[in-house]
């Protein structure tokens, strides 16, 4: 059962208004996403590049940039050793391109997911250690790899980490002890004692800083590491990262260049999936081009992602490509396959009255397990934990809701656990065989979560009157782009609105066209992209049978209901017309 709330926030919005040149409406938008103060909307509305953070504030940045600065002079071999999802691979090419660009000896890895697991490990140490590296510079992992890195100095290797990750920690008493490894410099904006200002960057953009202030340290002009600005937005938007802060203006900048993209396996990738070059959106990164660039970690190798960041002509670019849509294909075949398994032992199971649930798929490929946790999520709306076997025993991935930090409930579990490492919202787990069952109590005898915690809340910005929806008002909500995480698409509301008509549509029959009309008699199309079955199985339950045939027929069936949507404009064969897009319904 959903929770609707209509967000009131207090401000001045005709004087927001006047000073920044906006609309009301659009002053009140902005207030509801917590951006308050005449220089914080400023920049949210107006920020570039130049508003960008110091890298050097970054505990740790000065002894990375001095101990690279050594190595790049020595000619001594550097290893980048990244992570396989769209941050690392990201990352990893920041790196390669910006110590390459300083002609440095470097080369890189990224672990296998099957045979290597997450982040560093022995064999990767070896396979460096054997291949003459004297230098590990890591990327969006290493800070949760203590004993691996350990193992590196033992082995005489300098090690560098850059990772956006949480700090691992053990509470003794009153005393919270955190466990960071013992590299030669560590770059983590989360790490204790850490002065840099936002907290919120991805792997990709940590690397980036670190790049920058780098080049800036080295006498040379980190204007020409600009084009890298492209990949730290698409992984800002592929690791879920808020869109506030650095982060808004990373990813608008990314969208920005990407219209007109010099990278070759980008376009190549943009023109294989159908995405419009000249109207890049965040959503098409997050859902288009991302689940691609992460499909060859998961089914294949995360290095032939990589090689499409990299490749130089378009011939090599599209068949990487190619390749690359084909896995991800697959590996939507292999996630409704898996989703299906998961409901079926939830409901079957009795596991409805889990507030956490752990779901154990043996036979799940364990790169989809995070995948499938995101779709029980929000089927169930609770945390979500994945669990299948692998070779070393049993691997998952978790995902969360609002009020249930995953991450510090796995550290009460540590005892259960073999590896583990996450944040707030998602986490990744081993553990061995036989301890699903003990891992499962755990979480549920320590989860506090009430019931009012496992209800979905919907935040509504505001009521909107349909006589309000003009093509201004649509163009005016282009200035709270890009949405995502962190800066989420606006919801409005309309109450007790008449549906005057429904039909079925789209090549699954799955969808829903209406007509309706609200208190201020204006009528206008409507979309719902939900579940047709399930909402016409509500309007009958709540109408009666007779009404819902009704209303498919487009008579008069007495039908009002409560939407919150987004307004649109949609344009066929020459013509433009206003609509609205539903997201819920009461």
């Known amino acids: 059962m959903e929770r609707w709330v209509l967000l009131r926030k207090g401000a001045d919005y005709q004087a927001i208004g006047e000073k920044f040149h906006i609309a009301p409406r659009i002053a009140c938008l902005i207030r ?68 390459e660009g300083l002609r440095g000896e470097v080369d890189m890895d990224i672990p296998d997911r099957i045979t290597d697991g997450y982040g560093l490990n022995r064999n990767l140490i070896d396979r460096a250690f054997d291949d003459g590296i004297d230098t590990i510079i890591t990327c969006d992992n290493g800070i949760a790899a203590e004993s691996e890195i350990a193992y590196a100095k033992e082995m005489g ?3 560098i980490v850059t990772d956006h990750h949480e700090v691992s920690y053990t509470d003794e008493g009153e005393e919270r002890i955190y466990h960071l490894p013992p590299a030669d410099a560590v770059v983590d904006p989360k790490q204790p004692g850490c002065e840099y200002p936002f907290k919120g960057l991805c792997g990709a953009a940590v690397a980036y ?12 002009d980190s ?23 650095e982060n808004r203006i990373f990813v608008k900048q990314a969208l920005e260049m990407m219209g007109h993209s010099s990278n070759p396996g ?16 965040a959503y098409h990164v997050g859902f288009v081009l991302g689940p691609c660039i992460n499909a060859g970690g998961r089914l294949d190798t995360a290095k032939r992602a990589l090689a499409l960041l990299r490749a130089k002509n378009e011939r090599d670019a599209m068949v990487l490509a190619g390749d690359l849509k084909a896995l991800n294909d697959s590996r939507k075949e292999l996630t409704e396959w898996a989703v299906e398994e998961a409901v079926h032992i939830v409901e079957e199971k009795g596991y409805l009255d889990d507030r956490v649930l752990v779901i154990y798929l043996p036979d799940c490929h364990e790169s989809i397990a995070g995948i499938v946790a995101g779709r029980i999520r929000e089927r169930y709306y609770r945390p979500v934990y994945v669990l299948t076997d692998s070779e070393d025993g049993v691997k998952g991935s978790g995902r969360s809701i609002e009020a249930y930090h995953m991450f510090e409930e796995l ?40 019931e009012k915690d496992l209800q979905e809340k919907v935040s509504i910005d505001m009521e909107l009157p349909f006589s309000n929806i003009t093509e201004q008002f649509i163009e005016e909500l282009e200035l709270l782009e890009p949405f995502g995480k962190g800066n989420t698409k606006p919801v409005f509301a309309v109450r007790n609105a008449e549906l005057l008509s429904a039909r079925i549509i789209g090549k699954e029959r799955n969808m829903l066209k209406f007509q309706i009309r609200d208190d201020s008699r204006v009528t206008m199309e409507a979309l719902y992209f939900g579940d047709a079955s399930v909402f016409m199985e509500t ?35 020459g013509n433009r017309s206003m609509q609205i897009i539903i997201t819920h319904y009461m």
């Not at 204007?223 to 802060?245: C, F, H, Q, R």
């Open 32 to 99: 509801n996403r917590e951006v308050i103060g005449d220089e914080a909307i400023d920049q949210y509305l107006n920020g570039t590049i130049a508003d960008l953070h110091d890298g050097m504030l970054m505990k740790g940045m000065d002894q990375a940039v001095d101990i690279l600065m050594e190595k790049i002079r020595e000619g001594a071999r550097i290893r980048v050793i990244g992570d396989y999802d769209i941050d690392g691979v990201n990352a990893t090419y920041i790196l390669l391109e910006a110590l």
């Open 157 to 159: 290797m300098t090690v």
């Open 209 to 220: 800083k670190c790049m920058e202030c780098l080049y800036e340290a080295m006498g040379e």
């Open 223 to 245: 204007t020409d590491l600009d084009y890298l600005l492209e990949p730290v937005g698409i992984a800002t938007i592929g690791d879920v990262m808020d869109l506030t802060d």
């Open 266 to 281: 980008l376009r190549a990738l943009m023109q294989c999936t159908g995405v419009p070059i000249d109207q890049v959106r």
């Open 411 to 450: 550290i009460k579990c540590s005892d259960l656990l073999t590896k583990f490492g996450g944040h707030r919202q998602a986490a990744g787990l081993s553990m061995e065989p036989g301890k699903v069952d003990a891992f499962r109590r755990r979480l549920n005898e320590n989860c506090t979560l009430t």
């Open 539 to 573: 309007v009958t339950a709540r109408y009666g049978r007779d009404c819902a045939e009704r209303l498919l027929a487009g008579k008069s069936s007495g039908i009002r209901m409560s939407f919150t949507f987004y307004p649109g404009i949609n344009e066929y064969m």
